[in-house]
């Protein structure tokens, strides 16, 4: 535990044995000895001799679960209908003896080359008409039947041979579905479109009405007048693009189902695919997908094309556990060191293998799995590193491998438990996709950007947030972040507004609440959502040039974007004080029922945003730590203990109390404690108020 005032102190000294967790495991009926430790394998890429030595590998590494068969298709039916599993009966069967389980993929990731050799049309075509060929990988259109029959053909082979397997432990639905071929522009995607469209409006004026074709003369007479957003000569229509975005993430998601459902008739094992909730991904809203899947997996990587890669890590994790309703879930992909697909590919340094799998730990994940099991020598991620580099099991990589085994293998009492938050962030792809309009009052104001800027300045508080979707239920929360949520349904807006009304304390940002969710403006005054709510109306958007900042009364700098406003209800805590909207109010707050609703019309710097979370903080009676940026730390919590995760990034020292037994080092804390530069601590204590 953190001593002090961290949590009022509800906690009592440490019990240096507790039994290990009652919560039932990830997945269901599947004993592990710990938090998971996984793999990507591809078997098919080496010969057999090198299989029976993989096994032996996993097994002195401490695998216990490895994926197959992501890639396998070309190898089970090498011409139409002709299948032979003998490659995969061998190492499956070596795998079980080896005592590990199966992650089993049912091998529709990429499909042959016979099969659009035979069926060219199953290729996707980019927005201006370019065809993806073969030669890569996932090249096939979203909505081609043909491309539906044959992968279900093959599943129903997969499925109905190793259904009952006993050696299965979950079913791993093609691969990070989306990843290249999200978007297809293709005839077969638009004749999809149409269907899809169809069944949301029923009628064309309908669709006419929502999507404003009245605007360039762009109205539909008939269902067949609709093409998906193809290339265009001037700017497209919003409501048809984002309208596009939620189609594809549907189509994507009838794969999914469509496969699981073969899959059911032969099997009960737990079924998944892996997201790819990550930073340069936003073409599949998770959220929509959540329901359809046995337990929540993601896949991550470091983004060295980011300015804060970690932090961006932080964000992701968080919104994997919000998809997974804060259950625990599965980190199904990562990297041991450096991947293959950036323009500069970083190795991990000193640590920070550890430092970032526990980052995913102490933000949900109760399994950690890698790509790959062994480097390929081969192929297009020839370079990526793996459990087992090129080196073999010598050498200081596969040590540290080792080494991360056994971490995991002491962070058993965590396997679980559940992360704590106070705070809320309300988080919308919907937004995401319509905030992206090429047309709006400013292209820099990118929702991504503004709702990990205020992720960051949280976790430099020490502030754990749970990340919710638009009309969650936020009974609970004390705080309730809106980043730039453009366009909110009614319904969405109204639980806002009952979250602060019943006490909570909530801050919206620029460009809220502005459409409804068919991207039309809400009228009357901006932000027609959230005007009432926030006690003030904002007559016009005055963004800022590229690089050009703003000062505020504060002291505060503000970047990017200010608005003329002005207020009734709301009082007034910041103005700019030059810029185009000098004298003007940028920061209010307006006092609603038990709560309070705060409206920031800038993009403030971070010494700005510090303030203002402090201040938030301090008002919803969230604790904080001023850790600045490069210091994890969060809290989980089972009925009977909590673990406290310190990650330290930093170049120096940081020192905290804590109170328990650290599962990394095995030491007995009690008071302040120096977390060395690049340290990591899980601290586990016996909770006091348990039933509480
Ligand atoms: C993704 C894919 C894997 C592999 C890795 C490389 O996560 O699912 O097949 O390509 O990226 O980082």
């Given at each position: 535990?953190?001593?002090?005032?961290?949590?009022?102190?509800?906690?009592?000294?440490?019990?240096?044995?507790?039994?290990?967790?009652?919560?039932?495991?990830?997945?269901?009926?599947?004993?592990?000895?710990?938090?998971?430790?996984?793999?990507?394998?591809?078997?098919?890429?080496?010969?057999?001799?090198?299989?029976?030595?993989?096994?032996?590998?996993?097994?002195?590494?401490?695998?216990?679960?490895?994926?197959?068969?992501?890639?396998?298709?070309?190898?089970?039916?090498?011409?139409?209908?002709?299948?032979?599993?003998?490659?995969?009966?061998?190492?499956?069967?070596?795998?079980?003896?080896?005592?590990?389980?199966?992650?089993?993929?049912?091998?529709?990731?990429?499909?042959?080359?016979?099969?659009?050799?035979?069926?060219?049309?199953?290729?996707?075509?980019?927005?201006?008409?370019?065809?993806?060929?073969?030669?890569?990988?996932?090249?096939?259109?979203?909505?081609?039947?043909?491309?539906?029959?044959?992968?279900?053909?093959?599943?129903?082979?997969?499925?109905?041979?190793?259904?009952?397997?006993?050696?299965?432990?979950?079913?791993?639905?093609?691969?990070?579905?989306?990843?290249?071929?999200?978007?297809?522009?293709?005839?077969?995607?638009?004749?999809?479109?149409?269907?899809?469209?169809?069944?949301?409006?029923?009628?064309?004026?309908?669709?006419?009405?929502?999507?404003?074709?009245?605007?360039?003369?762009?109205?539909?007479?008939?269902?067949?007048?609709?093409?998906?957003?193809?290339?265009?000569?001037?700017?497209?229509?919003?409501?048809?693009?984002?309208?596009?975005?939620?189609?594809?993430?549907?189509?994507?998601?009838?794969?999914?189902?469509?496969?699981?459902?073969?899959?059911?008739?032969?099997?009960?094992?737990?079924?998944?695919?892996?997201?790819?909730?990550?930073?340069?991904?936003?073409?599949?809203?998770?959220?929509?997908?959540?329901?359809?899947?046995?337990?929540?997996?993601?896949?991550?990587y470091l983004?060295h094309?980011?300015?804060?890669p970690?932090?961006?890590?932080?964000?992701?994790?968080?919104?994997?556990?919000?998809?997974?309703?804060?259950?625990?879930?599965?980190?199904?992909?990562t990297s041991t060191s450096a991947v293959?697909?950036?323009?500069?590919n970083h190795a991990k340094g000193e640590g920070e293998l550890e430092r970032t799998v526990?980052?995913?730990?102490?933000?949900?994940?109760?399994?950690?799995?890698?790509?790959?099991?062994?480097?390929?020598?081969?192929?297009?991620?020839?370079?990526?590193s793996?459990?087992?580099?090129?080196?073999?099991?010598?050498?200081?990589a596969?040590?540290r491998?080792?080494?991360l085994?056994?971490?995991?293998?002491?962070?058993?009492?965590?396997?679980?438990?559940?992360?704590?938050?106070?705070?809320?962030?309300?988080?919308?792809?919907?937004?995401?996709?319509?905030?992206?309009?090429?047309?709006?009052?400013?292209?820099?104001?990118?929702?991504?950007?503004?709702?990990?800027?205020?992720?960051?300045?949280?976790?430099?508080?020490?502030?754990?947030?749970?990340?919710?979707?638009?009309?969650?239920?936020?009974?609970?929360?004390?705080?309730?972040?809106?980043?730039?949520?453009?366009?909110?349904?009614?319904?969405?807006?109204?639980?806002?507004?009952?979250?602060?009304?019943?006490?909570?304390?909530?801050?919206?940002?620029?460009?809220?609440?502005?459409?409804?969710?068919?991207?039309?403006?809400?009228?009357?005054?901006?932000?027609?959502?959230?005007?009432?709510?926030?006690?003030?109306?904002?007559?016009?958007?005055?963004?800022?040039?590229?690089?050009?900042?703003?000062?505020?009364?504060?002291?505060?700098?503000?970047?990017?974007?200010?608005?003329?406003?002005?207020?009734?209800?709301?009082?007034?805590?910041?103005?700019?004080?030059?810029?185009?909207?000098?004298?003007?109010?940028?920061?209010?707050?307006?006092?609603?029922?038990?709560?309070?609703?705060?409206?920031?019309?800038?993009?403030?710097?971070?010494?700005?945003?510090?303030?203002?979370?402090?201040?938030?903080?301090?008002?919803?009676?969230?604790?904080?730590?001023?850790?600045?940026?490069?210091?994890?730390?969060?809290?989980?919590?089972?009925?009977?203990?909590?673990?406290?995760?310190?990650?330290?990034?930093?170049?120096?020292?940081?020192?905290?109390?804590?109170?328990?037994?650290?599962?990394?080092?095995?030491?007995?804390?009690?008071?302040?404690?120096?977390?060395?530069?690049?340290?990591?601590?899980?601290?586990?204590?016996?909770?006091?108020?348990?039933?509480?």
């Amino acid at each position: 535990m953190l001593t002090d005032d961290w949590m009022q102190g509800r906690f009592v000294s440490l019990t240096p044995a507790l039994p290990r967790s009652s919560a039932a495991p990830l997945v269901p009926g599947w004993p592990t000895r710990s938090i998971v430790l996984g793999c990507d394998y591809n078997p098919e890429q080496w010969s057999p001799e090198v299989w029976a030595d993989d096994t032996a590998r996993m097994r002195e590494l401490g695998i216990d679960l490895v994926a197959i068969n992501i890639f396998g298709w070309a190898h089970l039916e090498s011409e139409p209908g002709v299948y032979d599993f003998a490659a995969l009966d061998t190492v499956i069967g070596l795998l079980h003896e080896a005592g590990i389980r199966l992650n089993l993929g049912t091998g529709t990731a990429s499909p042959p080359p016979w099969l659009s050799r035979l069926h060219p049309e199953i290729l996707p075509q980019s927005a201006e008409g370019v065809t993806a060929w073969p030669g890569g990988r996932q090249a096939w259109c979203p909505s081609s039947p043909v491309y539906r029959e044959r992968s279900l053909a093959l599943v129903e082979q997969v499925a109905a041979r190793y259904g009952r397997h006993e050696a299965l432990a979950l079913w791993h639905v093609s691969n990070e579905l989306g990843c290249h071929n999200a978007h297809c522009y293709c005839d077969t995607s638009a004749e999809a479109f149409r269907t899809w469209l169809e069944a949301r409006y029923g009628s064309i004026e309908a669709l006419n009405a929502s999507w404003g074709t009245a605007f360039w003369s762009q109205r539909c007479r008939d269902w067949a007048d609709i093409l998906p957003p193809r290339t265009t000569l001037s700017a497209g229509n919003p409501a048809q693009r984002l309208d596009f975005r939620r189609f594809s993430s549907d189509a994507q998601l009838e794969q999914y189902r469509a496969e699981a459902a073969v899959i059911r008739r032969h099997s009960t094992a737990p079924i998944t695919t892996n997201f790819m909730v990550t930073a340069h991904i936003q073409a599949l809203d998770y959220f929509d997908w959540a329901d359809d899947m046995d337990l929540i997996a993601n896949d991550h990587y470091l983004d060295h094309r980011l300015t804060d890669p970690i932090a961006e890590l932080a964000f992701s994790a968080d919104l994997t556990r919000g998809i997974a309703a804060g259950d625990p879930w599965m980190l199904m992909e990562t990297s041991t060191s450096a991947v293959s697909w950036q323009p500069v590919n970083h190795a991990k340094g000193e640590g920070e293998l550890e430092r970032t799998v526990i980052g995913h730990v102490a933000r949900g994940a109760d399994s950690i799995c890698f790509f790959q099991w062994r480097a390929s020598q081969r192929g297009a991620e020839k370079f990526h590193s793996a459990l087992l580099p090129h080196a073999g099991a010598t050498g200081p990589a596969w040590q540290r491998s080792v080494e991360l085994s056994a971490l995991l293998d002491r962070l058993e009492p965590v396997v679980g438990t559940r992360v704590v938050a106070r705070a809320a962030l309300v988080f919308s792809w919907e937004s995401w996709w319509a905030t992206g309009a090429d047309t709006h009052p400013s292209g820099l104001l990118r929702y991504l950007d503004e709702a990990h800027r205020y992720h960051r300045a949280l976790r430099r508080h020490g502030v754990t947030v749970d990340m919710v979707r638009p009309g969650d239920d936020l009974t609970g929360y004390d705080l309730v972040i809106v980043p730039t949520l453009y366009a909110v349904s009614d319904v969405a807006a109204a639980i806002i507004r009952d979250a602060v009304s019943t006490g909570a304390v909530a801050l919206i940002t620029p460009f809220s609440g502005i459409a409804d969710d068919s991207d039309a403006i809400r009228l009357g005054g901006y932000p027609g959502a959230f005007r009432d709510l926030l006690g003030l109306v904002v007559d016009e958007f005055r963004p800022l040039a590229e690089r050009a900042t703003v000062s505020l009364e504060s002291g505060a700098t503000a970047s990017i974007w200010t608005e003329a406003m002005s207020t009734s209800s709301a009082e007034v805590l910041d103005r700019f004080v030059d810029g185009p909207a000098a004298g003007l109010p940028a920061l209010t707050r307006a006092a609603v029922g038990a709560g309070a609703a705060y409206y920031v019309g800038t993009v403030l710097d971070d010494l700005g945003l510090d303030a203002l979370i402090g201040r938030l903080c301090g008002e919803a009676g969230i604790p904080t730590r001023s850790l600045g940026d490069g210091v994890d730390l969060v809290v989980r919590r089972g009925d009977d203990r909590e673990i406290v995760f310190v990650i330290n990034h930093r170049d120096e020292a940081v020192t905290l109390p804590l109170t328990g037994r650290d599962l990394v080092t095995g030491a007995l804390l009690d008071g302040p404690a120096e977390i060395p530069a690049g340290a990591v601590r899980a601290v586990l204590s016996e909770r006091s108020d348990r039933g509480a």
